[in-house]
């Protein structure tokens, strides 16, 4: 995952969002279009998007791997920053401590804070939608 979020380095300035989502998500697309405009009008705030799973002392938050969005601003801090100090298997796992390492840890970035906004989960919908007759699943379904 590391290799991924470091090749879009190439890419600070050209974009002002970016959204990692699972193949196996369904969005209000509706919905999905203001969190990019929010983002997009705000690109240059610290701004973290998605479904909280864990938090860890001092604000250190992690969002759900099913889909997470953050500003431009989030992915210039993290191009300047050093992501081999922090390794988790799990990548939802792995970028919530990454951003935690590079705006809380290091001292470099303590007057920075990260904004965090949860997402509206009646719009998301993880392996499966059901709703008005339509009944779909995807991916791999645990049991």
């Not at 990692?20 to 705030?45: A, C, Q």
Request: proline content about 1%; hydrophobic content about 35%; overall charge positive.
């Amino acid at each position: 995952m590391r290799d991924i979020y470091n090749s879009l380095c190439s890419s600070v300035g050209q974009y002002k969002a970016y959204v990692k989502i699972d193949f196996d998500t369904f969005i209000d697309k509706k919905y999905l279009h203001g969190v990019f405009s929010f983002l997009s009008k705000n690109h240059e705030k610290y701004l973290y998007f998605g479904d909280p799973m864990h938090y860890f002392f001092n604000r250190r938050l992690v969002m759900n791997g099913k889909l997470y969005a953050f500003s431009s601003a989030v992915l210039k801090e993290y191009c300047n920053c050093n992501s081999y100090k922090v390794w988790d298997h799990r990548e939802d796992f792995w970028f919530g401590k990454t951003m935690a390492h590079c705006f809380l840890d290091n001292d470099a970035y303590n007057n920075k804070t990260m904004n965090n906004f949860k997402s509206d989960e009646s719009k998301i919908f993880h392996k499966s939608f059901n709703r008005d007759g339509i009944s779909m699943k995807m991916g791999f379904q645990r049991r």
